[in-house]
């Protein structure tokens, strides 16, 4: 096998079906972050062989559009839309994405139905879903997404409940020979990589350490309290009651963590009263995390704003160029592979 642009060998062959399926060189995703992910972002990553996702977080469509066009003008390398299945603005989203013909779109923050994973694939893309649970998978594969990205509760942002150690031997396991399965959450080094590659991953998504670069956007302070964080200082939201479902949410402690949870207390009460409805108290809920996440990420406000992070946070500690971020994952990789070869006393053929 030749060598790539950082002279690895080694993982090669073990990438070549995430690379094939993303028409990229390194399965390695950079993951959809509000935001964060922006065409500057998204298209140094694609630029420096990996993937990326442009998040549509709630955006209006002709932004969102305007975003497509801009990333698009910047790299040559195929990107993803990430679609936010529970965004005000997402039905609008998916069918101006679908017009463009978009060769890949993510579904996040809840499951797609059967008929928009359908839109979705007769507009000529492949399909990509979030899998937090065993079942979610079932389903999301029974609606024909084309691939599977199981995302554990270590990941950043909207999350499930389950840890990825177990999500590896439930979801990887089992339909990891049927379809692609991009492994998230925790994901935060080349070596952690090599092992779920070895498992039978297709490759991996990672958000907390891409925030970690040159090119990243995100306020200086945002970065400086990755930089000090600790993993276990990245914590999830709690749900209060179930007559208000919420979507678990990972960030750092601040202000902004115990403002939710007063939010979610008033908002239980006016259910309760008949104020208002689940439906609109959701969009609420959603409308507080899009707005502060952007006044942390955006007007560095770290005490208000919601600084979401996964737990890989106490692994990002220091700031370095996308294309390095890549060429140290990718090494570090070929370096595990080796390391566990000689333990083995095993000649890996590659």
Known sequence: M????????????????????????YPIICGAMTWVSEPRLVSSVCNSGAFACLAGGNMPPDLLESQINETQSLTNGPFAVNLITIAPAYKKQLDMVCSRKHPIIIFAGSFPRQNEIDKAKKAGAKVLCFASTRSIADRM?????????????????????VSAMVLLQQILFKFGDKL???????????????????MGAAGVQLGTRFVMTHECIAHPNFKLMFKNAQARD????????????????RALRNDAQKEFGQLQLRLLKEISSGKTTRENAQEEVEKFWIGALKKAVIDGD????????????????????????????????????????????YSFSF
Not at 322 to 331: F, G
């Open 234 to 249: 990245a914590v999830s939201t709690p749900q209060y009651d179930s007559s208000l479902p919420v979507v678990a949410v």
């Open 180 to 198: 692609p399965v991009f492994v998230a959450g925790g994901i935060g080094t080349g070596r952690m990589m090599a092992h779920v590659l070895l």
């Open 141 to 161: 594969i029974r609606y024909g997404a084309d691939g599977i990205i199981l995302e554990g509760s270590e990941a950043g942002g909207h999350i499930g409940h």
């Open 2 to 25: 030749s060598e790539n642009r950082y002279g690895m060998t080694k993982v090669g062959d073990l990438m070549k079906r995430g690379a094939e399926f993303l028409s990229c060189e």
């Open 302 to 345: 770290i005490k208000k704003g919601s600084v979401m992070a996964g737990q890989s946070v106490g692994l990002a500690d220091e700031i370095k160029s996308v294309k390095e971020l890549i060429a140290e994952l990718v090494a570090d990789a070929s370096s595990e592979m080796e390391r566990l070869a000689s333990i083995l006393g």
